[in-house]
Every structure is written in structure tokens, then in C-alpha cells.
């Protein structure tokens, strides 16, 4: 089980940008597809983004395409998302995983952090 910490939730307005990271201690996260998934309350989670290993393909939901930018920094061992233009449906719980077999892990993943849309 590999422990992911994720960092740069908070609250923003309407049009805000955040910009959330994945550390990995102890995992080498370009040698693994990844995946940002994010629950809002009262619904089921959902995959927002996935990176690839090597060549570093990138997959978004439709509804963050244009917004959203999944990265690492392989000297960092991190893996980022770039969420701008924000909106009060982006509002969640966000969570890194592995991306395994077209779904996200639930077991090797982070405890996640949490984005606030909000005027």
C-alpha cells in the first residue's frame, strides 16, 4: 500500500485558481500511471484527470477540459493539477491514485484535500 499526501486545497471564489500536489515518499510516481479523482459530497467519486508513465499522455473529463492541467516533476516525485476558471461544481474532495486496469486504486491512494467553490 503506497501512502500519497496531497496539499493545496482551500476555499475560492467563482474564476479562482488552485493549484493542488501529490507527494509520494518512498513511490516513484513516472513509473506508474496516475490520476487525480475527485468526490463531491452526496455523489459518487469520479476520475478529473489521468498521466501516463514514460510518455506522459494526459486524459481529462469533458467537464475540466481547457481548465485543468495534470503534471510531475520527476526531480520532485510529485504530481500536480492546475485548476483554473473554477467553478462551484469543481467543489470537492480531491485525491491522488494509481490509475490501474481503467480505474483508480482504491487502495493505493491519498487521503485527499479539499477545494471550495464558493462566493
Known amino acids: 500500500e503506497v501512502q500519497f499526501v496531497e496539499s493545496g486545497g482551500g476555499m475560492v471564489q467563482p474564476g479562482g485558481s488552485l493549484r493542488l500536489s501529490c507527494a509520494a515518499p518512498?513511490?516513484?510516481?513516472?513509473?506508474?500511471?496516475m490520476s487525480w479523482v475527485r468526490q463531491a459530497p452526496g455523489k459518487e467519486p469520479e476520475w478529473v484527470s489521468v498521466l501516463t508513465m514514460g510518455g506522459g499522455r494526459t486524459y481529462y473529463i469533458e467537464s475540466v477540459k481547457g481548465r485543468f492541467t495534470i503534471s510531475r516533476d520527476d526531480a520532485k516525485n510529485t504530481l500536480y493539477l492546475q485548476m483554473n476558471s473554477l467553478k462551484p461544481e469543481d467543489t470537492a474532495l480531491y485525491y491522488c491514485?494509481?490509475?490501474?486496469?481503467?480505474?483508480?486504486?482504491?487502495?493505493?491512494r491519498g487521503q485527499g484535500t479539499q477545494v471550495t467553490v464558493s462566493s
Open positions: 518512498g513511490f516513484t510516481i513516472s513509473n506508474y500511471d
Open positions: 491514485a494509481r490509475w490501474v486496469a481503467g480505474s483508480w486504486s482504491s487502495s493505493d
